[in-house]
């Protein structure tokens, strides 16, 4: 039965978002999303930074709704159990032009809302982050870090937990309306039917817009290349570090992650492609060149991976667009579309998918579930996991008990466990997401083929149908030894 009330185009953050939402009220809910699973192209590939909301327009929703996200993620992340640090963050300067760009940024973050900014002098900077360099600095205590991996996965199984169907590899190829008012949509895994469509496809949105009927918006890129270092130094830095902002640029930065490492970036590169992630050596020596000045402990025995993440940029017939696009058109009835959510669409991602729904309820009036579960539990962590409490959890059941990714010290059950996870998902990536394995220092060398074999085992597939993460990324063409 592919035959919904709602279906939401996207399963990043913001379709995942908009899912949860949804799953409030009596409604069959689907989302179509192209890729097989929810976070592999803007929502899994950026800065894992929450913003305090001050780097935005005064009037725009990327502003209040940033915001509203920032402030309420403590809630959030615990009932969704994702890891997250209000560790606050630094834009760091040295000259008497970035002080009065740093006095107009902290003005407009006031006026946004953002709460306790705070212009400081060099020793206070250093109090902070004694490792970073620089003469003053604007302070935003309520910016912080989270894993986004796992806040993608966690409202994607929140909203699945409450009764939304998530439908992988279903790229939509067409939306055609129907005489009765409803929706024909064709995918490249089969047709639906639904009253409503929510178009929340990100660097896809402009595509989906198009077959609903809405052709004003276009959509130009860059991307922006990280670095990922080390645990060994991630010691060395307490909480983000960035630049004086530009008008439309933040500036290449450095970031500690939730789980101990220090990404570097983004920089950012005009590009054509959608779908080329691929690093240049050029990109890493200009991201360690410029972030050198502001924090010096960049060097080469430390990198483990780098990463690279599109950065759309929206057009409209005025040109740039500068907000976020939240619309319902009476000239196309029964739709959602959101166009031009970028940064800091993570942040807001909660805020933006109320708004959405907002508009969907105002027309339909869809009553409330009697019941509604807002929370989620991910995959439990060994290493998390106090000696006491390990060797309990390897009485209850000794898979804990065998260590898989030793980098990260994963264990069997943990694998197993995310194997098996609520939405479907059978990816190496998915299973990467879900417990860090093959993403310690040796990056998978040690791991990789023992999850693939595991993989392979659970879920009945053939050598040749194991993915590392999109469509078409095999591991082996056959049996190897």
């Known amino acids: 039965m592919n035959n919904y009330d709602v279906l939401i185009v996207g399963g990043g953050v913001i379709g995942s978002a908009i899912a949860r939402e949804l799953s409030h009220y009596q409604l069959k809910i689907g989302v179509l999303e192209k890729n097989p699973d929810v976070c592999l192209e803007m929502s899994g590939r950026n800065s894992a930074v929450i913003h305090g909301g001050f780097a935005y327009e005064v009037g725009t929703q990327k502003a209040a709704l940033c915001v509203e996200g920032c402030l309420e993620f403590d809630k959030v992340a615990k009932e969704l159990d994702v890891p997250f640090k209000r560790t606050g963050k630094v834009l760091v300067g040295n000259t008497p032009e970035d002080m009065e760009s740093l006095k107009q940024t902290m003005a407009i973050g006031e006026i946004n809302g953002a709460v306790g900014l705070e212009l400081i002098d060099e020793k206070r900077l250093k109090e902070l982050v004694p490792t970073v360099e620089g003469k003053f600095a604007m302070y935003s205590p309520m910016s912080g870090i989270l894993d986004p991996f796992q806040y993608t996965i966690g409202l994607a199984e929140n909203a699945a ?67 990922v270092l080390d ?33 570097v970036g983004p920089d950012a590169d005009r590009v054509q492609s959608l779908e080329d992630y691929g690093v240049e050596k050029r990109n890493m020596e200009y991201l360690v060149e410029d972030a050198s000045t502001l924090w010096p402990h960049i060097h080469r025995t430390d990198f483990i991976r780098n990463y690279a993440g599109i950065q759309p940029t929206w057009l409209n017939r005025e040109g740039i667009m500068k907000d976020f696009v939240i619309e319902a058109r009476e000239e196309v009835p029964n739709t959602v579309n959101l166009v031009g959510i970028e940064s800091p669409g993570l942040t807001s ?31 439990r962590r060994f290493s998390e996991a106090t000696p006491e409490e390990q060797q309990e959890l390897i009485l209850e059941n000794p898979d804990y008990g065998e260590i898989i990714c030793r980098c990260e010290s994963v264990s069997k059950a943990e694998v197993l466990d995310a194997i098996h996870n ?60």
């Not at 939509?172 to 490249?188: A, L, Q, R, W």
């Open 161 to 227: 937990k409450n009764g939304v169907k998530f439908n992988f590899n279903s790229e939509v190829t067409g939306i055609n309306p129907k005489e009765d008012g409803s929706y024909g949509v064709e995918t490249k895994s089969g047709s639906y039917t639904a009253k409503w469509i929510i178009n929340a496809a990100g660097l896809g949105a402009v595509k989906i817009s198009e077959m609903l009927g809405i052709g004003r918006y276009e959509m130009g890129a860059t991307r922006g290349h990280y670095i």
């Open 231 to 263: 645990k060994n130094v991630g010691h060395l830095l307490p909480m983000p570090v960035y630049p004086v902002p530009s008008t439309s640029y933040m500036g290449i930065h450095v970031t500690p992650t939730v789980e101990g490492n220090v990404t």
């Open 349 to 379: 991602a909660l805020p933006i998918a109320r708004k959405a729904v907002k508009h969907l309820v105002d027309r339909e009036k869809p009553s409330l579930k009697d019941y509604f579960d807002p929370t989620r539990e991910r995959v």
């Open 422 to 481: 609520p939405l479907g998902v059978n990816t190496m990536v998915g299973i990467k997401y879900r417990t860090r394995s093959m993403m310690g220092r040796c990056q998978g060398g040690y791991c990789q083929m023992r999850i693939a074999q595991l993989l392979q085992q659970e879920k009945g597939l053939d050598v040749t149908e194991v993915l590392y993460a999109r469509e078409e990324s095999e591991l082996f063409t056959g049996r190897v030894r």
